[in-house]
């Protein structure tokens, strides 16, 4: 069935690295523009980076840029967020979530993955 | 401070009708890019409920609906159910910010 799983979260300490992976099957990931989505602990949800289906450009929060590389590697199928730098507030669950093409909406998430940046 | 303003928390009785409101402005909902609405039960992953401001998809009762008017929208939910209780979120494109943007989250409690 379609399905995302992400996988990489853990207990980091401030401005240390970590990097997301995302594992797509059940469709041809390479069709879709991919996103990640964050959910800091108790609070709603921030959108993070996103990148076209072709890979050829990628987009991020103001609030990730210059720190967060999203990218992709449609032979494993896999979406990949690396993280540099962290902080505090970074701490969410992470989620990665496929964009209808043209619903222009989220319809696949993965079932996220936990980042808490603490010392 | 989300770009779309959400109440925190709405509630209604089994069986009752329930509204959830998403305003923002003139650069996402007032423009041309759609509204969408996910719901999230507690401790999972958000599910896609309404996709471009009134569409459901295959699998959603027919119970939730979603309007759009001006920088406003609006999901409804009807003959709540137990199983309703969840976060709800509105969703679209702000261009702007060149960003998506979600609005805080509504907590819907069925008494």
């Known amino acids: 069935q379609v399905q995302l799983v992400e996988s990489g979260g853990g207990v980091v300490q401030p401005g240390r690295s970590l990097r997301l992976s995302c594992a797509a099957s059940g469709f041809t990931f390479s069709n879709y523009d991919m996103h990640w989505v964050r959910q800091p602990p108790g609070k709603g949800l921030e959108w993070v980076a996103a990148?076209?289906?072709?890979?050829?450009?990628?987009f991020y929060a103001d609030s990730v840029k210059g720190r967060f590389t999203i990218s992709r590697d449609d032979y494993k199928n896999t979406l990949y967020l690396q993280m540099k730098s962290l902080r505090v507030e970074d701490t969410a669950v992470y989620y990665c979530?496929?964009?209808?093409?043209?619903?222009?909406?989220?319809?696949?998430w993965g079932q996220g993955t936990r980042i808490t940046v603490s010392s | 401070q989300s770009v779309l303003t959400q109440p925190p928390s709405v509630s209604g009785a089994p069986g009752q009708r329930v509204t959830i409101s998403c305003t923002g402005s003139?650069?996402?909902?007032?423009?041309?890019?759609?509204v969408h609405w996910y719901q999230q039960l507690p401790g999972t992953a958000p599910k896609l409920l309404i996709y471009g401001n009134d569409n459901r998809p295959s699998g959603v009762p027919d119970r939730f609906s979603g309007s759009k008017s001006g920088t406003s929208a609006s999901l409804a939910i009807t003959g709540l159910q137990a199983g309703d209780e969840a976060d709800y979120y509105c969703?679209?494109?702000?261009?702007?910010?060149?960003?998506?943007?979600f609005g805080g989250g509504t907590k819907l409690t069925v008494l």
């Open positions: 979530a496929r964009l209808h093409p043209n619903w222009d909406a989220y319809d696949i």
């Open positions: 990148i076209w289906s072709d890979g050829s450009k990628e």
């Open positions: 969703h679209s494109y702000d261009s702007d910010l060149l960003a998506r943007v």
């Open positions: 003139s650069s996402n909902i007032g423009s041309s890019y759609g």
